[in-house]
């Protein structure tokens, strides 16, 4: 049998061999880990210019250093890096499997498992597309800002005041165009103001945002959205009814609420449907 020494000495050699074989393998992860996070520069170099669907020929996006643009005026630029084979897009890091990649050829699969096919650009006036780097926010407001509605109730007679304001509160959408490509539009958002008079008499006066709606409608879905109108609906024994819709601009996506407003002055807030 090995003395004492000795086993101390045969358990050490052990536990160094096993430990330096730990430690190759975690290296070696380490190592594809940071192979697969390494950006592909020659492929990203190749990518700088104007981009054209291959059918339409119509414009799909410039990329110009690390930041792709669209033409529409409408749409945020977005960051991207090549990492491997994969284009990368956004904060949210959507992912576009590439199938080709020539110096005039860029074919991708899009969120769908559509191939897109793009070529490059060598027409000059496309440049005149992209005169914008920075996006221009649409308003989403009713065809009439302002209304009056004159209402008479158990004899008396009322005037309901709505006048919409476009503000400089941004509210972005997430969307993809007709390739597939995932594209940011920006939206203004308004602030409506509701003033309700007993002939001189005022009885109720305030500014309206989404935010008041809080109650009613989930936080996730007024990050998205923006506070579209406000209509007189009718009035009754309960006060003055005003619908107000809350909606992801250019979507189909609203909430219908009835924003109540009593004789005495009073508010309330009631979720219609959605």
Known sequence: MLDNKKQM??????????????LT????????????RMENVEAKAMLQGIWADEISESIVFKIEG???????RTSRPARFVIIGDTLVMGEARVKYPIVKHTAHLFSFKNPNGDVVRLVKSSAPNDTIA?????????TVSPQKLKTDTVVVYGGERYHCYIAVNPTTYKVVRTSYNNDGVKVENVYY??????SVYHGTRQLYSRDFTK????????????????????????VDARGFH?????????G???????????????????????
Do not use: W
């Not at 000495?9 to 074989?21: E, G, K, N």
């Not at 930041?67 to 529409?72: A, C, G, S, W």
């Not at 809080?214 to 109108?229: D, I, Y």
């Open 9 to 22: 000495a045969v358990v050490f050699m052990l536990l160094s061999a096993v430990a330096a074989s730990l």
């Open 25 to 36: 393998v975690g290296c070696g992860r380490k190592s594809e880990a940071a192979a697969d």
């Open 66 to 72: 690390d930041t792709i643009f669209y033409p529409d």
């Open 189 to 194: 958002d308004n602030i409506i103001h509701v």
């Open 211 to 234: 935010q008041m709606y809080s109650r009613l409608v989930p936080e996730t879905f007024l990050r998205r959205a923006v506070l579209g109108h406000m209509e007189f609906g009718k």
């Open 242 to 250: 005003f619908n107000s819709t809350i909606c992801i601009p250019d």
């Open 252 to 274: 189909d996506s609203c909430y219908l609420l009835d924003t109540q407003i009593t004789f005495d002055g009073e508010m309330s807030m009631e979720l219609i449907e959605y």
């Open 130 to 138: 992209f005169v914008h780097d920075s996006p221009e926010p649409m």
